[in-house]
């Protein structure tokens, strides 16, 4: 019985502690977990006090007098490894030794500490994989913790004591080296005014087992020169480390899982940035207005993808040394899990990145339950494993700090509300899934661009409302949209790649003043943009629908000459240059007004005799409406595309164009020269949309190769 007792202990503990073992219980914590280890504490004979749940000053002694006993940094952490060296230990032999023990700790003198405490090996040119003792216990000596202690003024530092996060600073300024406890508190996470806008703090170091920097908590200090990041730290929160002019250097440290929008901007001394782990993700607007001689260091195994992270204007080059890999798994026994169904149902954890595992116990994860995670307060990064189909209802709502998923390419359903008030720019979603609930992503902070895969069929009512989408990429598979799917106050922009209109609900988009184009694939046909046109004439009154530019390049400034036409709009008179395929601008700058003019024809002989011209497309601008006389004589075009709006096609514009096989005769055509095509020999299909009548009856006598002349 007694050992069924021990066993029950320990797996309720077990069940509870987070990924970072050191971290999982300590000073200031409450609860069924830390009455829990009380109780396996007094069992072993380690502490006398009544288990009350409260991880106060005595119980802390006694872990501490443990870890001394094991030849561990006595630091009062309590991880997993821990507990199970405590369960295993025996009882008469702590409680001989525990009170000599402990006034030995309390009597050991920093030069005998610094004597205990071995320094880290260096990182060698090989992958290394950073151990949770590594980050945790090894890295937080007793000798860092008593200089601190004793360096540093707790009166200076203001702490929230239930949360560890540090609220503010008062000191003087100058050096500042911040405790790891202020009084008995462990320094958690830095607050948005901790340190915001102090100009007299020149240097500062941050302490373990901090691992979380708030928004703007390090930022528009004007005399800070150097700062030191913990090993610990495994989120970098928006704006920090902005608008600190003098700063010279940052060392980041590998556990940096997200460094989130306006980080290291406007950091005008900041000549160096050096990452040591994996490539987190990076926000929007990261690393702008910095000197031009910066430069960000990666590690060697890395610099391709840091690359393909990293804005395009930043110096990457590499450090020498290949990245510090950390592990972000966690025990099985973190999860609650029905083997039967596949599904996590709960999470015990107080990480701020998860891995999730694609099997527990030997059985596979195929999703994730309703509410699973929801309200964490203290998860940042989640990474969903091949093999989950689904997200249920509200899995992850209501979290405060997760700022990214990472989902997989086997995701097909995100659930109602699944995400809702995520705190996160982006998102990590990928091809493959198929239908997003009511308010998956609703109240979020997405914002910028969004991009959502081509197979998504249903989007649902409310499911990114209220976000702060800017700009909407839709694919090709939807089917639905839902009642105030999009009803977002930022967005102004919106393409879908449809070809035929989806079932749109009338006020998907209801509220969206700010939107202003929507745009269809370049191959639509007018049917189908009055179509669009209809939806969003109610909900979204300042719209414009446009067809999308077709994929072709626009030709280089200098190659280009442009007259100005009656109207004082703007036609290409000639062109130079030797690009195979183009497409004109919507619109050129007119030097005269200090404005740009639309461009609304291809001037008489623009490309004429070109030996290199082989496809046109004439811009999607709606003001495009007139092809001159010669405007492609004798010149190798091959093919073109005349969109709906062009209404003129002059005299000889294709003459002797023999290379040229088909044309589409647009509806919009009111006008065509007799002599048009003459000589186009090797021309067979033409597909005359626009009224026939308008077609001379002698348009084609030349053309001897055409055997198919197509009407509507």
Known sequence: MRRKTKAAILALILVILSVTPAFALQYGDSGDDVKALQELLVEKGLLSDTPDGVFG??????????????????????????????????????????EAQTEEAEALTEEETEEQTQEPEEQTGETETLTEEALTEEALTEEALSEEIETADDADFVIDDYDGILLGYTGAGGDVTVPSYIGEIPVLAADDQAFSGDPDITSLSLPQPLDRLLAGAVRDMDGLESISLPDTLTVIGPDNFANCPHLKEVTVPARVTIVQSGSFSACAELGSITFLGDVPVFESACFSDLSESAVIYVPEDRIRE??????????????????????????????????????????????????????????????????AFADNRYLTYVTLPEGIRTVGKDAFSYMSSLAYVEMPASLQTIGENAFYGYRGQTAGFREGLEEIGGGAFALSALSGDLHLPSTVRVIGDSAFERSSVRSLYLGGSLERIGSKAFAIPSLGYVQLDEFAPVDIAEDAFLGDDALTDLDLPWYCTEEVREAYRGLMEEQAPECYVWINNPPAEYPKDDTCVFERNGDGTFRLSYYSGSQPILQLWHAWYDEETQDYVPITGVGDGAFKGSETLKGFYVTHSDMFTTIGDEAFADSSLEHIDLFNTTETIGSGAFRNCTNLKEITLPKSLTYVAEDAFEGCTGLETVSILCDPSVIPENAFDTCTALKNKQMP
């Not at 561990?72 to 230990?89: C, F, H, M, R, Y």
């Open 57 to 98: 000053a005595n119980t802390e002694k006694a872990v501490m007098a443990f870890q001394e006993r094991i030849g561990v940094t006595p630091n009062g952490l309590v991880s997993d490894d821990l507990i199970k060296q405590i369960e295993a230990s025996e009882k008469v032999e702590i409680e001989e030794e525990t």
């Open 306 to 371: 840091y690359r393909s992270a990293l804005p395009e204007d930043i110096t990457v080059k590499g450090s020498g040394k290949d990245a510090v890999i950390c592990d972000y798994s966690v025990p099985d026994d973190a999860f609650a899990f029905d083997a039967d169904t596949g599904t996590i149902t709960a999470y015990t954890g107080f990480d701020k990145r998860v891995d999730i595992p694609s099997e527990i116990g030997g059985a596979r994860v195929t999703a994730i339950g309703d509410e």
